[in-house]
């Protein structure tokens, strides 16, 4: 009897040795795959960097667009591509439109030039744009104003016309 049950054990330790090793095996199979993958990688860096045109709008002159871009590489499968673009509509489009600023507030105006002054520094460039670190710009002075005072007058109108009223 006893041997029967040591007979039994060996067989299940047996079988459990065997199936470790069919795993190892297994396991040692798919590390071997495994390596062959970096090599395919390797031939994907021969490409070089995708450089971006300038995004250019499918109508007027902000909006929805697209931009090319190009590679090079000797084994490079794709060395063109196209892609969507939008060019915000309120961006300042004399400086590029692919470059924002933010602007200090305007200067006072210079009475020998008619002309204000204000200037931005670079806020954002998109896609590795080539945009200015600082930008100037000025506009004609308006006509000094001075503040009128017709509310005031429509008031005191208003109630004028009001007593008029309770006096009756």
Not at 81 to 100: D, L, M, S, V, Y
Not at 126 to 137: M, R
């Amino acid at each position: 009897m006893q041997s029967q049950q040591y007979q039994q054990q060996r067989r299940k330790f047996a079988a459990a040795f065997l199936a470790f090793i069919f795993i190892l095996a297994a396991v040692d199979n798919a590390e071997a795959g495994k390596k062959e993958k970096p090599e395919k990688k390797m031939k994907k860096s021969d490409c070089g960097e995708w450089q971006w045109s300038v995004c250019v709008p499918t109508s007027g002159d902000c909006g929805l667009g697209t931009r090319e871009g190009t590679r090079t590489g000797a084994e490079c499968k794709q060395t063109m591509k196209t892609q969507r673009c939008k060019i915000p509509c309120n961006w300042k489009k004399q400086f590029g439109a692919e470059c924002k600023y933010q602007f200090q507030a305007w200067g006072e105006c210079d009475l020998n030039t008619a002309l204000k002054t204000r200037t931005g520094s670079l806020k954002r460039a998109l896609h590795n744009a080539d945009c200015q670190k600082t930008v100037t710009i000025s506009k004609p002075c308006g006509k000094l104003t001075k503040p009128k005072p017709q509310a005031e007058s429509k008031k005191k109108k208003k109630e004028g016309k009001r007593q008029e009223k309770m006096l009756d």
